[in-house]
């Protein structure tokens, strides 16, 4: 997120109006409902995870055990069942 001035943007009565509520501070101003971005959007942390989780899978597919991929993977033992469970619903609706 990027920070924009308001003098820039918005008409100079609407600046003097919104200084009577907050003067010099910065405030958030939250997008409109349906023009919400969805998280991962704007990088490719999304795609990363999946590829990281299709990994995982297919690892557990192949023999190795819940506690050694926890290890390998750097996570908890719950996060990888939750992975493997996820993967396995995921595989079987397609």
Not at 49 to 73: C, E, H
Request: hydrophobic share 30%; charged share 30%; net charge positive.
């Amino acid at each position: 997120m990027s920070y924009k001035k308001a003098k820039d943007l918005l008409p100079i009565e609407l600046v003097e109006l919104i200084q009577q509520y907050v003067d010099g501070e910065c405030i958030y101003i939250p997008r409109r409902e349906g023009t919400k971005k969805g998280w991962g959007t704007n990088t490719s942390t999304r795609g990363e995870l999946n590829r990281r989780n299709a990994k995982i899978y297919a690892d557990y597919l192949s023999g190795v055990d819940l506690n050694t991929l926890s290890r390998n993977y750097h996570l908890s033992y719950k996060s990888i069942q939750r992975i493997v469970l996820t993967e396995k619903k995921r595989r079987k609706s397609l």
